[in-house]
């Protein structure tokens, strides 16, 4: 009796091991399964956060890169000896809008209000919207482990990294 309800638990369960005492080493190995199962899931989501944020953040980089092509297209027109003063006028006005437009690239945040380039530092635009100067706090790159065993990769750039050196940012060179 004992055996065919035994065999009725698995037919209407379709499972052969029910509770641990069905088959201890087997019950064992469906813990280890899934804790695995669990830990993949995990570095999968890992792994599709890395990519999304790599995605806006190229896309951002792209519009980064239009905007530096057309300010040396504009300082090249500003520099020429065919430009008189009002037209270097309307070539500063210009450069003007694309500092804000770079302000607002550097400054962007993600769908989850993550600033894009704001590394580790969170709670602070990584330039302050007025003074155009870096946040005053220090940040470092998001580390992400998206596999088992591996050393964690970043997941993007900081945006001292990518608008500013040690001696002088972006914005500071536009301005001037």
Do not use: W
Not at 68 to 77: A, G, M, P, Y
Not at 99 to 104: A, K, P
Not at 143 to 162: F, M, N, R, Y
């Amino acid at each position: 009796q004992q055996r065919a309800a035994s065999a009725q638990e698995e037919l209407s369960s379709g499972k052969r091991i029910n509770k641990p005492s069905d088959d201890p080493f087997g019950s064992a190995a469906v813990i280890r399964l899934r804790n695995t199962q669990i830990s993949n899931d995990q570095f999968k989501i890992a792994g599709q956060f890395v990519g999304s944020k790599l995605n806006v953040s190229e896309g951002a980089l792209d519009s980064y890169q239009n905007q530096l092509d057309r300010i040396r297209s504009l300082l090249n027109q500003g520099a020429s000896d065919t430009t008189n003063q009002a037209g270097r006028d309307a070539v500063a006005t210009q450069l003007d809008a694309i500092r804000s437009d770079i302000l607002h690239i550097a400054n962007l945040r993600d769908s989850d209000g993550q600033y894009i380039f704001g590394g580790t530092r969170q709670n602070a635009s990584p330039f302050d919207p007025i003074t155009e100067v870096a946040a005053a706090t220090p940040t470092s790159d998001q580390l992400i482990q998206i596999e088992k065993d591996s050393t964690p990769i970043a997941a993007g750039v900081t945006a001292e990294t990518i608008f500013s050196t040690p001696t002088a940012s972006i914005f500071a060179t536009l301005t001037a």
